[in-house]
């Protein structure tokens, strides 16, 4: 089965950078859409980005031309660059395989992240 490992979490200032990868075990990284998802306790995970095996994006509209994902097929690597950061961004990010619009492999551990004002 397919494992999945995030890392690049930390405590940033507000207007600050980071980038997250999401390591992927497996053949099939390639050939499927992977989305980055973030949560904070008592809230439902939210879709923060995608992007399919071809290479095309979609983001959600709090993240719109902040953020940008990317992939490196060869590496079974996916990232997600983080810009502008604010402290609304703080959350607990998380990657997945999708298939069909959906999450579909166990979830890993996650990498904090943390914006200050």
């Known amino acids: 089965q397919v494992q999945l490992v995030e890392s690049g979490g930390g405590l940033v200032q507000a207007g600050g950078s980071l980038r997250l990868s999401c390591a992927a075990s497996g053949n099939i990284f390639s050939i499927n859409t992977m989305g980055w998802y973030r949560q904070l306790p008592g809230k439902q995970r939210e879709l923060v980005a995608t992007?399919?095996?071809?290479?095309?994006?979609n983001y959600a509209a709090s993240v719109k031309g902040r953020f940008t994902i990317s992939r490196d097929n060869a590496r079974s690597t996916v990232y997600l660059q983080m810009n502008s950061l604010k402290p609304e961004d703080t959350a607990v990010y998380l990657c997945n395989v999708r298939w069909n619009g959906i999450a579909v492999t166990t979830w890993g551990q996650g990498t904090q992240v943390t914006v200050s004002s």
């Open positions: 992007i399919t095996s071809g290479g095309n994006t």
